[in-house]
């Protein structure tokens, strides 16, 4: 089993950033995830591809929404991925998940098998 618990969400100004950590834990983690994603959910609207890394490669993709602003790195010896969100708008307002696949299709909802608990970010303008 894969366990992601997210944490770093918060209030910001828009303009301001915020840094989203999620810690992977569990038995097959390392043996199962090749990549990992965040997503996002806003009131209404369906969760959303923000960025994703390879777990061993570290390449990176990402949504043209937040392409510029937004980073995505790892800590392979924390078993953690981290989210930096810079230049926030009020429309980078939602819920962020974190979420792990044993696949290579990053953008791709459905290729996620695992999904932390969601972390609120909330950009005031």
């Known amino acids: 089993q894969v366990e992601l618990i997210e944490s770093g969400g918060g209030l910001a100004q828009a303009g301001g950033s915020l840094r989203l950590s999620c810690a992977a834990s569990?038995?097959?983690?390392?043996?199962?995830?090749?990549?990992l994603g965040w997503f996002r959910q806003a009131p209404g609207k369906e969760r959303e591809f923000v960025a994703a890394?390879?777990?061993?490669?570290?390449?990176?993709d990402y949504a043209e929404s937040v392409k510029g602003r937004f980073t995505i790195s790892t800590d392979k010896a924390k078993n953690t991925v981290y989210l930096q969100m810079n230049s926030l708008k009020p429309g980078d307002a939602a819920v962020y998940y974190c979420a792990a696949q044993s696949a290579l299709r990053t953008s791709l909802r459905g290729a996620y098998s695992y999904w932390g608990q969601g972390t609120q970010v909330t950009v005031s303008s």
């Open positions: 569990g038995r097959t983690f390392n043996n199962y995830a090749r990549a």
């Open positions: 890394i390879t777990w061993s490669g570290g390449t990176t």
